[in-house]
């Protein structure tokens, strides 16, 4: 079992930068697929970013891809994403999560996933 706990989400004004960080607990996650994905309000689940702990591959949604970075610290078992140049539509509960199975390329979909965390609320104003 892998437990999840997100934080660094907060209120920025746009064009502003956030890093959130994702700690895991009760195993480290050097074998887990690791994604961040988001939910705005009344809309679906979507995905933001991800990577395979086999290849190192990253990916990210196209609506992200320039301004966010996905990294990892093994050392401290925590994942991070870094969030630059924020717009008002990024605003979104942020959730970090896990795969157990390990591929060598990163899961876009919710259903690739076994762990998850609370979330993280990110508001970014005008």
């Known amino acids: 079992q892998v437990q999840l706990v997100e934080s660094g989400g907060g209120l920025v004004q746009a064009g502003g930068s956030l890093r959130l960080s994702c700690a895991a607990s009760?195993?480290?996650?050097?074998?887990?697929?690791m994604g961040w994905f988001r939910q705005a309000p009344g809309k679906e689940r979507e995905f933001v970013a991800a990577?395979?702990?086999?290849?190192?591959?990253?990916g990210y949604a196209n609506t992200v891809k320039g301004r966010f970075t996905i990294s990892r610290d093994d050392a401290k078992n925590t994942m991070y994403l870094q969030m630059n140049s924020l717009k008002p539509e990024d605003t979104a509960v942020y959730y970090c999560?896990?795969?157990?199975?390990?591929?060598?390329?990163?899961?876009?979909?919710?259903?690739?996933?076994?762990?998850w965390g609370q979330g993280t609320q990110v508001t970014v104003s005008p």
């Open positions: 999560a896990a795969a157990r199975v390990v591929s060598s390329s990163y899961f876009r979909e919710i259903t690739e996933y076994d762990y």
């Open positions: 009760g195993r480290t996650f050097r074998s887990y697929n």
């Open positions: 990577f395979s702990w086999s290849t190192r591959i990253t």
